[in-house]
């Protein structure tokens, strides 16, 4: 089993950044594929970055791209999603997920394991 834990959200004006974490605990992820996805109120859960288990893949969706980055550091068992010029439309709870299968996941049933996720919000 693996419990994954978000840290880092909070409120940030327009144009600000904000650093997620998802940090994992019962065994190691360095082999697991891991994503971070989003839900606002009243939408559904959609995809925003993902990478395969050796780091070396990574893509994000349209409306974050050049502007977030996800990252992981195996030593600490953790992942990261640094967030720049945030805007209002990323304001969403933020989840990260992780799943043993090879490869790069966009959908959210590809992946097994999920944390409780954190919000954030962007004012205007």
């Known amino acids: 089993q693996v419990q994954l834990v978000e840290s880092g959200g909070g409120l940030v004006q327009a144009g600000g950044s904000l650093r997620l974490s998802c940090a994992a605990s019962?065994?190691?992820?360095?082999?697991?594929?891991m994503g971070w996805f989003r839900q606002a109120p009243g939408k559904e859960r959609e995809f925003v970055a993902a990478m395969d288990w050796s780091g070396g893949r990574t893509d994000y969706a349209d409306s974050v791209k050049d502007r977030f980055t996800i990252s992981r550091d195996n030593a600490k068992n953790t992942v990261y999603l640094q967030m720049n010029s945030l805007k209002p439309e990323d304001t969403a709870v933020h989840y990260c997920?992780?799943?043993?299968?090879?490869?790069?996941?966009?959908?959210?049933?590809?992946?097994?394991?999920w944390g409780q996720g954190t919000q954030v919000t962007v004012s205007s």
């Open positions: 019962g065994r190691s992820i360095s082999s697991y594929a």
């Open positions: 997920a992780a799943d043993s299968s090879s490869g790069i996941h966009y959908l959210w049933y590809e992946y097994r394991y």
